[in-house]
C-alpha cells in the first residue's frame, strides 16, 4: 500500500507564480480610433489579378450559361438555375484566381535575419482536450530539444492548458507531463495546469492563460495537439516579431504529415503540392490584412490581451453563445486595433496532422460548420476590416457552397423530369402558338462544362508545375510519382466531394434549426470504423445516389451520364468511408511512391525524435490508471504535484461531485469497490482532492 498523503506536504510544480494581464471583452458596437497604415502595390496587384480575376471568370461563364438556357423562352427554373450556377461558380473562380495570383508574385522575403531575440521570452503554449498525452507530449519534447539543440533554451518555455474531462485520461496527461518536465528538466521550463470550468472550450482556455500568466511573456506560439515547429522555424518567428514592431499575429503554413490512412495521404499530399500555390496568393492579396487559423503561429501577448477578448454573442440559435471558431474573430479583432495580421507561407518546418477517415472529418467539420455560420453574426461588428470580413464570408461559404450545389442538381432532375412530360405532352393547356418546355444549347453547355473543369483544376495544375520546378518536391518525390499522386488525388477528389456535399448540407440543417455541435474530442489516431456504424453514417447518402441514378436513368439518360461522378460517390458512400481509413492502401501506395510527401522520404530528426519518444511514452503509460495511483506513491506524486487547487464551492453551491464521492468511499470495504461506483465526474472530483484521494488509500483492502 503507498504512503499515506497526509504525510507528504504537495507543493504545486505544476505552473510559476501568476503575471496577469487584463484581458477585456471587446465591444463589437464601437470602432476604435485606429488609423490602418496603407499597404504597398503588390497587395493592390494582387488583389486586382484575384479579386477582377474571378469576377471576370464568374461574368464569362455566368453569360455562358445564360446562352445555353435562351434558346427559347427561358422558365422560373431556369434562372434559378442560372443564379444557383452563379453562386458556386464565383467560389470555384476565387479559388483558380488566388492561385494564379499565388504563382505569379513571389512571397515576402524574410526581414529578420540579425534581429536579436536575447531579451525577449516565448511560450510554447498547448490546449489539450483528452487528447492522447503520449502524441502532445512527444511533439513537446521533440521541440524542446530542438531548441535546446540550437542553443534556443533560454528564450522559450513550455505550457500545456488543460481542459481534459476524462478521468482516465487526465492520470495519464499528468503521468506524461511529469515524463516530459524530467526529460527536459534543467533546460527548458515545462509548467501544466488542468481547469476545472471548461468555459469558451479553447478560446476561454486560452483566455484564462493570458489573464494569469501573460505578462510573463512577449510572444506565444500557439499549437494544437498535433503541431510540431522545428526550432529554425520558432527562432524565425520570433526574429519577424522582433523585428516588426507593429506585428500581431504572424501565421505559418502547417505542412500536413504523419498519414498513415487513404485519407490523410491524399489530404497532406494535396497540402504539399497545391496548398503553397493557394496560400502564397492569400498573402499577396491580404497582406497585413491576413487570417489566423488558430495554431502554429506567433502571437504578441499584450496586444493579444489588450484587443482580441472575445464576448458572449447574444440572439438566437445557432448565432448565440461562446464564439466557437474564435481564430478569424481574433484576428479581425487585433486588425481592428491596428495591429498587423500576416502569414509566411514561405517558411518551412511548421507541421500539422490530417484528420484519419471521411468520418473523422465529418465530425470536426460539424463544429467548425457551426463555428462558421456564427460568424455571421460577427460581420456587423464596428471597425472590422474588410479582408477580414471576407475571410469570415469564406469559412461561411465554405460550408453553405454544399446545400447550393445540392439544389443546383435536384433542380437539373427536376428540369429533366419536366422536359421529360413536356416532350410527350408537348403542348400546355394555356394558350399558346408554341410549346413551354426549357430549351438548352448542347453545344455550349459542353463547352462550360469544360471550362468550369479547367477552373476548377487549375489551383492544382499550377502546384503541380511549380512542383517540377522546385527541388524540395521534385527530387525527393520525381516528376513522374508526382504526376500520378495528382491523378490519384484528383480520382478520389472526385468521388468524395459529393458525400461532402451531403455531410455539409446536413450540418447547414441541423445548425439553422438550433442544434448545437457539443465539443468532442478530435479523432487523430484511427484504428478503423465499424462497418454498421459507416452504414449508419451514409445510409441516406447512398440512398440518395441511388435514387436520382434511378430517376435520371429513366427519364434523362443524357443527364445520368454528366452527373455519373456525382451519383457513383454518393451510391459507393459507405466503402469509399471505409476505404479512406485504410491503411492497407495507405501502405501499398507509399511503396510505390504515391501521395507521397518530401518528410517520408528525406528523414528529419525532428520527426524521428518525436516518434521515438512517443513510443517510449505509450510503454511507459500502459501501466498507469486510476487504479494504479492506489498502489504506487511514484504514480500519486506525478499526478498531485501538477494541481491546481480547485476553486471553492460557493455558498449554497456546494460541490455535490465531491460530497457524493467521499460517500461512496466511506462505504466501500475496498478502495477498488469506492471506485466502482463513482461516476465520471465523482472520479474527477477524486483526482482534484489529495485530501479525499488519501481518504480513498486508506480504506482496508
Known sequence: MAIPMDQIAYESLGVPSESPLHMPAQDFSKKPNVKHTKQGWTQLFARIITFGGALALTTYATYQMVLIVSQGTVTNMQWIMVGLFCLTFVWIALAA????????????????????????????????????????????????????????????????ISDSNDPDVWVKETAAVRQLKEALSGEINVWYRRRHNNKAKKAGNVHEFVSRWGARYDYMIVLDADSLLSANTLKVLMQEMASDDNAGIIQTLPSLYRGDTLFARLQQFAGTVYGPIVAHGITAWQGNDGNYWGHNAIIRVKAFAES??????????????????HDFVEAALMRRAGWAVRMLPALKGSWEESPPSLSDVATRDRRWAQGNIQHLAVLKAKGLRWPNRFHMLTGVMGYMASPIWFALILIGIVMAIQIHYVNIEYFSDQPSLFPQWPVFDSERMVALFLFTMGVLLLPKALGLIRAFFQNTLRKPLGVIRLILG???????????????????????????????????????????????????????????????????????????????????????????????????????????????????????NIITQRDKFAAQLRDYLQDVSIESLIEKHSYQHNHFSLLCNPPKPTRGEPNTDSIIAKYKINDATHPHEALSWMTKLEKLALLSDSTLFNKLIKVPG
Not at 448565432?319 to 471558431?325: A, V
Not at 447547414?508 to 465539443?519: E, M, N
Not at 440518395?544 to 457513383?568: D, E, Q, R
Request: hydrophobic share 45%; net charge neutral.
Open 97 to 160: 484566381s488566388a492561385s494564379f495570383a499565388g504563382f505569379i508574385l513571389a512571397g515576402k522575403r524574410l526581414n529578420s535575419t540579425l534581429n536579436d531575440i536575447s531579451d525577449k521570452k516565448t511560450v510554447l503554449l498547448m490546449p489539450v482536450y483528452n487528447e492522447e498525452p503520449s502524441e502532445t507530449c512527444a511533439a513537446l519534447y521533440s521541440m524542446g530539444k530542438d531548441l535546446i539543440a540550437n542553443n534556443l533554451a533560454q528564450q522559450f518555455e513550455i505550457f500545456i
Open 308 to 325: 482580441a477578448g472575445l464576448p458572449t454573442l447574444g440572439g438566437v440559435k445557432p448565432f448565440k453563445g461562446d464564439i466557437l471558431s
Open 486 to 604: 495528382v491523378l490519384v488525388e484528383i480520382f478520389f477528389s472526385v468521388l468524395y466531394a459529393p458525400i461532402f456535399m451531403l455531410i455539409h448540407s446536413q450540418h447547414i440543417f441541423d445548425i439553422f434549426r438550433g442544434r448545437d455541435s457539443g465539443w468532442n474530442t478530435q479523432q487523430r489516431l484511427h484504428s478503423g470504423t465499424p462497418w454498421l456504424q459507416l452504414c449508419k453514417q451514409h445510409f441516406w447518402h447512398t440512398a440518395i445516389g441511388i435514387a436520382m441514378t434511378v430517376l435520371l436513368y429513366h427519364y434523362s439518360p443524357t443527364l445520368l451520364v454528366w452527373l455519373s461522378p456525382t451519383l457513383i460517390g454518393l451510391t459507393l458512400a459507405i466503402p469509399l468511408s471505409a476505404m479512406s481509413g485504410s491503411k492497407s492502401i495507405a501502405k501499398v501506395l507509399r511503396f510505390l511512391g504515391i501521395l507521397n510527401i518530401p518528410e517520408e522520404v528525406i528523414s528529419l
